[in-house]
């Protein structure tokens, strides 16, 4: 990888290497810097528009369900096409066990403009 700082663009496998590390990290400010000012993320529960939005759709993740120092999470395929990444993980915390996971990533000019995100999560 040769771009390793949060929001400096890069290829796509560049971003999502970044994504991934931080996501990991619980490392909401380092996540959004990779993200287009008119992002959005899609998911089961509604539409997330925008870095606000997205920023406080990433707090909660890490405050309710996967809090980055007692959680853990396994990437178990990735995908990259041109400007399209998907992944599948799973992961756990003290309060979910996400046995599977998906995201699908839009990027361009090194930011992510689109993304899906979709879990199956239990409460433990």
């Known amino acids: 990888m040769t771009n390793s700082v949060a ?5 796509t496998e560049e971003v999502l290497a970044r994504h991934w590390r931080d ?10 810097k990779d993200y ?3 992002a959005m993320v ?5 539409t997330r ?7 406080a759709a990433f707090t909660a993740m890490f405050t ?3 809090p980055a120092k007692s959680s853990t999470s396994k990437l178990e395929k990735q995908v990259v096409e041109g400007e399209v990444a998907f992944i599948v993980w799973s992961g756990s915390s003290d309060k979910y066990k996400i046995s599977f996971a998906t995201d699908t990533f839009l990027v361009c000019g090194g930011k992510i403009v689109a993304q899906t995100f979709a879990p199956v ?3 433990k």
Do not use: C, H
């Open 23 to 32: 996501f990991q990290a619980g490392d909401v400010e380092s996540i959004l």
């Open 36 to 38: 287009a000012p008119e």
């Open 64 to 66: 309710d369900i996967m």
């Open 7 to 11: 929001g400096s663009g890069g290829s």
């Open 42 to 46: 899609i998911t089961p529960n509604g």
């Open 49 to 55: 528009k925008g870095v606000a939005e997205i920023r």
């Open 121 to 123: 999560m239990e409460k």
